[in-house]
């Protein structure tokens, strides 16, 4: 009579169990990792926007403008701004569909008085772009907002930081990032 060679039940059932404690302590780090890798990308998008508005502003005659104004080529809002000139934002960040997880609007403080010839018709004074996680707990657990300021905080809750005429509220609910 030949013996058979393989694993027995209990040699299976030891590999299964092992396997599973494994997964039960890699899953909640890779979670927290991808956590942690979309809020850093939105932290980015949010100085991109802060940057694409500063520069845009030393064109525009010292005024800040609509996100969608900050895309092209060409750029269109600015009177007499060359038609090879440079974009000041890429499109994907103007957009407003979710990105890295995130959820993000874009808010225009008030119209700047009176107009000059030079600078666009949709100027502004001021602007605040905010984001807030699209799954609280699973895309990102802190909401961030940006503003002409240059400042950037975040709301430990999740939820996007207040936003009125166009700039942050600073608060409880808005901490500053540091």
Same mark, same amino acid.
């Given at each position: ?11 299976? +059932? ?9 997964? %039960?302590?890699?899953? @909640? $780090?890779?979670?927290? &990792?991808?956590? =942690? ?59 407003? +569909? ?9 808010? %225009?403080?008030?119209? @700047? $008085?009176?107009?000059? &010839?030079?600078? =666009? ?58």
């Amino acid at each position: 009579m030949k013996k058979q060679k393989g694993f027995t039940l209990i040699e299976l +059932l030891i590999v299964v169990a092992i396997i599973g404690i494994i997964a %039960a302590i890699a899953i @909640p $780090s890779l979670l927290r &990792a991808r956590v =942690s890798a979309n809020e850093a990308a939105t932290i980015g998008d949010i100085r991109t926007v802060i940057s694409g508005q500063a520069a845009y502003q030393s064109a525009n005659g010292g005024w800040y403008d609509q996100i969608t104004c900050l895309t092209g080529p060409p750029i269109t809002c600015i009177p007499s701004y060359p038609t090879n000139g440079p974009t000041f934002l890429d499109s994907a960040i103007a957009s407003a +569909l979710p990105k890295s997880g995130y959820s993000r609007s874009f808010f %225009a403080g008030p119209q @700047p $008085s009176p107009r000059s &010839a030079s600078m =666009s018709n949709s100027s502004l004074s001021s602007f605040a772009y905010v984001a807030s996680p699209v799954n609280l707990g699973q895309t990102g657990v802190r909401g961030f907002g940006g503003d002409s300021s240059g400042v950037l905080c975040f709301s430990p809750q999740g939820d996007a930081p207040t936003v009125a005429l166009g700039s942050l509220t600073f608060n409880t609910t808005c901490l500053v990032l540091q």
